[in-house]
């Protein structure tokens, strides 16, 4: 029982991180846009733990399922962000069982298509510009859509962020690790 109200508790943190994404777009359409690429550096504590008492199939399943669940009662779950959640979650369980469900090697591996996850939800701004302005119309103060277009079309600015991504999510478990090395040192090398 104690394990589950842990799990619970991760989940929690990890639907936080992506309010926390969320929100940033108050700041500026790029941050919106590009916040994907710092979110692995928390996220990866939620990861590693999770993964510590999760050792089997499931770690990344629970924590993108819990959001998951919520967003499509919340009716923020668009095509993309289900699509980009499933794939993202489904690469990650199974590098895990590759790499193994109770090693660090397991996580490190993991975690590279997990931290991809918020980028799932922001995709509808490539997917579904239209729509995504016509919210923005709606949702945001005047002139937010105006902000927004040349984010979204700057694609090559994405590709550079969705690349340093990775390098990200590398370094933020390894700090991760060294941070949490009681529970990195439950996992077999």
């Known amino acids: 029982m104690k394990n589950v109200l842990i799990v ?27 916040i994907g690429a710092l979110l692995p550096l928390l996220t990866a504590f939620i990861y590693l733990f999770t993964c ?23 009716g923020e779950a668009d095509v993309a962000y289900i699509i980009g959640t499933v794939v993202l979650t489904a690469l990650a369980e199974i590098l895990r069982k590759i790499k193994g469900y109770d090693t660090l090697k397991g996580v490190r591996w993991s975690f590279v298509p997990f931290a ?7 995709a509808h701004w490539w997917t579904d510009t239209e729509g995504a302005l016509a ?20 694609i090559p600015v994405l590709i550079v962020v969705l690349v340093l991504t990775i390098l990200v999510a590398i370094l933020a478990m390894r ?13 077999n090398q």
Request: charged share 15%.
């Open 135 to 154: 919210a923005a119309v709606e949702e945001m103060p005047t002139g937010y859509d105006e902000l927004m277009k040349p984010v979204i079309e700057n």
């Open 52 to 74: 510590t008492r999760i050792r089997s199939f499931g770690a990344a399943t629970v924590l993108n399922g819990f959001v998951f669940v919520l967003f499509l009662i919340a």
């Open 116 to 122: 991809f996850s918020f980028f799932a939800y922001t």
């Open 8 to 34: 619970l508790l991760m989940a929690v943190a990890y639907l936080a991180t992506f309010i926390l994404g969320a929100c940033s777009g108050a700041i500026h359409p790029a941050c919106y846009a590009y």
């Open 175 to 187: 700090l991760v690790e060294r941070a949490m090395k009681k529970q990195a040192a439950l996992l």
